[in-house]
């Protein structure tokens, strides 16, 4: 049995949780090309589990982890308490600080992969309206149109 290997260039559907996660870093900064829906949601999975790690062992370390925990969704919001108060906030923060620009450059391809400019990110900036379109578009499929945006 043969497998084809798809380009790096190129989105990758259907992609399992390991294929989306080694795409994810190895793609770390390219805002250009597209990203499959399989590729963006399993990443969101594997982020939401490690920051649901972070908040456990902070909760196994830190008596006052729970009135401060992470926000797996937007982890600085909380503010800079928690991540100063615990030695696991300051490894979060310093995580989230390094998935900051793959994870906005994944975001960006997958809005190419609907044929949307990578910019419609920042529709987030609009409150609550923003995050819900985002979220949208997120879980649209694939556009043909979209492989104007390809290397």
């Given amino acids: ?3 084809t290997q798809i380009a790096l260039s190129e989105p990758l559907y259907g992609a399992s949780f390991p294929q989306a996660v080694s795409r ?7 805002f250009s090309g597209r990203a499959s829906r399989s590729e963006y ?3 969101v999975l594997a982020n939401v589990l490690v920051a649901l ?11 006052q982890w729970t009135s401060r925990p992470i926000d797996v969704f937007s982890p600085f919001a909380s503010g ?16 989230a600080t390094g998935i900051l620009i793959p994870a906005l450059a994944l975001t960006w391809r997958r809005l190419h992969d609907i044929d949307r ?5 920042f529709i987030v900036l609009v409150p609550l309206i923003g995050a819900i379109v985002l979220l949208v578009f997120t879980l649209l499929s694939a556009r043909p149109a979209g492989s104007r945006f390809d290397e």
């Avoid at 994810?24 to 390219?30: C, M």
């Avoid at 308490?81 to 995580?95: D, N, Q, R, T």
């Fill in 117 to 121: 400019s990578g910019a419609w990110f």
């Fill in 1 to 3: 049995m043969t497998t």
């Fill in 80 to 95: 800079g308490a928690f991540a100063l108060a615990s030695p696991v906030g300051v490894v979060f923060l310093i995580y």
């Fill in 41 to 43: 949601w399993w990443w």
């Fill in 24 to 30: 994810f870093f190895r793609k770390y900064a390219t």
């Fill in 53 to 63: 790690a972070f908040n456990l062992v902070g909760s196994l370390t830190d008596p």
